[in-house]
């Protein structure tokens, strides 16, 4: 090295590559059946694909408007209005951003200053606490217990102060697959009404959900989604990962701060893909209607493929992962039960302990269904010889 080059020092010391992307080219290295990162195997609507190839030919091919383009918040507007009995603002309260993990960072960017607490629940999706971090903020855990991961309300109200600024939340639940209840964004909103403190809804599973009740999403609580950002992905609903556009939905004054960051992080969304999306959502609205029954056969092929196998299936409600305890298998943590795993039988999952800060004392790990039956059916075939 020249005497030139210089090493920054880290804002995110802590951190080195996910474990999502070291367990994919693990299974890569070991020709292993990757039921680890959370992409599907197979491919979304063909008409979803012929409409970005059409605007793409038509020219739609320079820079869409900053909050996104017209068709795509009406057509958001309408399905939120339809499914959450309110109809945000097009022009406000609408923002198309590069996948949910943009609207995520942007919301954090926006809504924490150096020193505010924020609280989240374990365990909770890898992106939240980087981007607290880089905000100056303090992140408080709340660890949920399984098999039910169900948030202690009395325990939540113990972690409030005057500091709290935000409460991140998920549901359905990336990786525990459970889903909140209308009773707890109630028991949310006794607990933080008379604060100022925000709400981050991260619903990027809203469509994928078994529960009897369906989704309750935070824009149905009318006194809380006066204070919450909700967040959506199209990558989950139209199984098109790749294609990285979400958005979310937050009224005017805090749109206008997320925008502020969003404005000067990406600007603006790939322009062909947002339109397709509109079209999409207007043309076919049964895809995102059956995508619970579409996901939940895939949920029962595994489960079912599994149930003479050693592990120990939780409950599974919403998303498209699936956990499974070990103990009977294997006396290893579930990071080096993971590693075993892909090089020696020949099957990716992610290890639970990486979505939580404290020592994860169970023995679990996450497979994700969102593969075709044939690729669930040699993994389960594989799992059932433990
Ligand atoms: C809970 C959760 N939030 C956000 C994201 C990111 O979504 P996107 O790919 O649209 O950025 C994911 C993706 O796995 C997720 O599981």
Known sequence: MSNNALIPQSKLPALGTTIFTQ????????????LSQGFPDFD???????RLAFHVAQGANQYAPMTGVQ?????????????????????????VTAGATEA??????????????????????????????????????????????????????????DRTRLVILNTPHNPSATVWRK??????????????????????YEHICFAEQGHASVLAHPQLRE????VSSFGKTYHMTGWKVGYCVAPAAISAELRKVHQYLT????????????????AEPEHYRQLPEFYRARRDVLVNALS??????????GTYFLLADYSAVSDLDDVSFCQWLTKEVGVAAIPLSVFCADPFPHKLIRLCFAKQESTLLAAAERLCKL
């Not at 947002?274 to 999409?280: F, P, S």
């Open 23 to 34: 367990m994919s080219a693990l299974a890569q290295q070991h020709n292993a059946i990757n």
């Open 44 to 50: 979304g609507p063909r008409y979803l694909q012929e």
């Open 71 to 95: 068709a795509l918040r009406e057509a958001i507007a309408d399905k939120t209005a339809e499914l959450y009995g309110h109809k945000p603002d097009v022009n406000t309260d609408i923002t």
């Open 104 to 161: 995520l960072y942007a919301a954090i960017t926006a809504l924490v200053r150096q020193g505010d607490e924020v609280i989240c629940f374990d365990p909770s999706y890898d992106s939240y606490a980087p981007a607290v971090e880089l905000s100056g903020g303090v992140l408080k855990r709340i660890a949920l217990q399984p098999p039910h991961f169900r948030v202690d309300w009395q325990q939540f109200v113990a972690q409030l102060s």
């Open 183 to 204: 009773a707890d964004f109630a028991a949310l909103w006794q607990a933080i009404a008379d604060r100022e403190i925000y709400v981050l809804s991260d619903e990027v």
């Open 227 to 230: 204070r919450a950002v909700a």
């Open 267 to 282: 600007f603006s969304v790939n322009t062909p893909a947002q339109l397709a999306l509109a079209d999409m959502l207007r």
């Open 308 to 317: 003479n196998s050693k592990l120990e299936i939780l409950p599974c409600e």
